[in-house]
Nanobody
Framework: QVQLVESGGGLVQAGGSLRLSCAAS????????VGWFRQAPGKERELIGA????????YYPDSLKGRFIISRDNTKNTVYLQITSLKPEDTAVYYC??????????????????????WGQGTQVTVSS
């Protein structure tokens, strides 16, 4: 069974950068796509981006392109989310999720019938002004 553990969150000043990690375990993880989401208090969950484990395809919503970069280290079974030029409105709990299909991750926030198979516990990112 695939399990995910996020790390790297914390308190950061506006304008700074942060790299979050999503460490995966499980023998079948190499076949899974991984996505990053965030949820701020009182707001809907938001997709940041998603990538096939092979790295052959990475999707970012147009609204968030530019400051968020997803990468992966296959040797460490870890997917990263690099965030630059942090803003107070980036304050949220950041989650990674995995599913055999990239499409499920991409449409999850718009189609509640499409739920990623595995979620991490989340990591808090707080950006101070």
């Amino acid at each position: 069974q695939v399990q995910l553990v996020e790390s790297g969150g914390g308190l950061v000043q506006a304008g700074g950068s942060l790299r979050l990690s999503c460490a995966a375990s499980g023998s079948t993880f190499s076949t899974y796509a991984v996505g990053w989401f965030r949820q701020a208090p009182g707001k809907e969950r938001e997709l940041i981006g998603a990538t096939k484990w092979s790295g052959s395809s990475t999707y970012y919503p147009d609204s968030l392109k530019g400051r968020f970069i997803i990468s992966r280290d296959n040797t460490k079974n870890t997917v990263y989310l690099q965030i630059t030029s942090l803003k107070p409105e980036d304050t949220a709990v950041y989650y990674c999720a995995a599913d055999p299909k990239l499409h499920t991750l991409v449409v999850h926030t718009t189609d509640k019938n499409m739920n990623p198979e595995v979620w991490g516990q989340g990591t808090q990112v707080t950006v101070s002004s």
